[in-house]
């Protein structure tokens, strides 16, 4: 009999049944990772109803590093950072086509806007909104290799410019929508103390280190240009590559229950937060896995050439 059951979930992502994160040998660990590897997202429900056993089930897919902003680190589990909520951390409020929200972030690939984008991460739901909050993935080597062939060998060496931000410069891949910040009025501002991080560039394309697939490394949270290419030119390009990256066929959409887990491979996945009303709440926690991959390197280039070719 195995240790867990897999279960498909539409479109893209599996979900882990049956498992005992306390009973796991070797043998059972390496068949978790094999799994991982094929599906790229995984969801477990009710597998780890404390910090403890989410840090256990998270080292089985590697070692656990100290996220870069150290403000969101949780008080004597600095391998777990907390998300969510109405306190410092909550990122503050945001209004998507009118509707406020806290939590909302906007499609991204973790720690894009540093050299070396994490391995992955690993989500746990302390308290869900009852109302929205749901959260989705985008898988982009499915998308890549789902890509028009003039297109796929467009992008092959073309390079985007990445800063770390809270909001886009509008709703790449999403055309018709409005993000922006909350006035006080309207909700919460972010009190997240972030570090002064340098822009990055990385390729549009990339080689998974270990299945040796190709994926899209696009992160439009942070996207300010392609390098190179006028800015319009640039612009184009990015939204057509990413509206395709989030069509339906290559994305899994999770309404959270309490205790639900989450884990994604970083390298090869979108993911966003689409928040919850201010007069609910939320609390997660997050592990994130170490083990980054290099994929790109400190932008040397003048603050006026970041935003324009």
């Known amino acids: 009999m ?4 897999v279960i498909p979930l539409d479109h893209i992502g599996a979900e882990i049944a049956g498992l005992d994160p306390h009973a796991m040998t070797d043998e059972v660990k390496q068949s978790l990772y094999a799994t991982w590897m094929d599906y790229g997202v995984l969801l477990f429900r009710e597998a780890a109803p404390d910090p403890e056993t989410h840090i256990k089930l998270a080292k089985v897919f590697g070692d656990l590093e100290i996220h870069p902003v150290k403000s969101l680190l949780v008080p004597g589990q600095d391998e777990l950072i907390f998300l969510g909520g109405h306190g410092k951390n909550s990122g503050g409020a945001r209004v998507m086509d009118g509707d406020v929200r806290i ?14 984008i994490c391995k992955g991460s690993m989500l746990r739901m302390i308290t869900s ?6 959260t989705l993935w ?7 290799e789902a890509l028009p062939k003039d297109v796929a060998e467009r992008i092959a060496s073309l390079e985007t410019l ?7 410069r509008r709703t790449w891949g999403m055309p ?12 919460p501002q972010s009190e997240v ?12 394309v990339v080689t998974h280190p270990e299945n040796g697939r190709k994926a899209l490394l696009l992160s439009p949270l942070g996207y300010l240009t392609i390098l190179g290419l006028p800015e319009d030119e640039a612009d184009d390009l990015f939204e057509e590559v990413v509206a395709h990256t989030l069509k339906p066929e290559f994305c899994f959409d999770h309404w959270w229950t309490e205790n639900d887990l989450v884990l994604w491979d ?10 919850f009303p201010v007069d609910d709440d939320r609390m997660i926690q997050r592990a994130t896995l170490a083990g980054p991959q290099p994929t790109g390197r400190v932008y040397e280039g003048t603050s006026a050439e970041s935003v324009s070719a």
Do not use: I
């Open 2 to 5: 195995s240790a867990f059951d």
């Open 103 to 116: 939590g909302q972030t906007y499609w991204h690939q973790d720690t894009a806007y540093t050299p070396n």
């Open 129 to 134: 909104s009852k109302r929205a909050g749901n």
């Open 138 to 144: 985008a898988d982009t080597t499915k998308a890549y």
């Open 162 to 168: 990445q800063c770390y931000t809270d909001m886009p």
């Open 176 to 187: 018709g929508h409005e993000l922006r910040h909350a006035t006080p009025e309207e909700g």
């Open 193 to 204: 103390a972030v570090p002064d991080f340098p822009h990055v560039v990385h390729p549009m």
């Open 266 to 275: 970083n390298r090869r996945t979108l993911h966003y937060a689409t928040g």
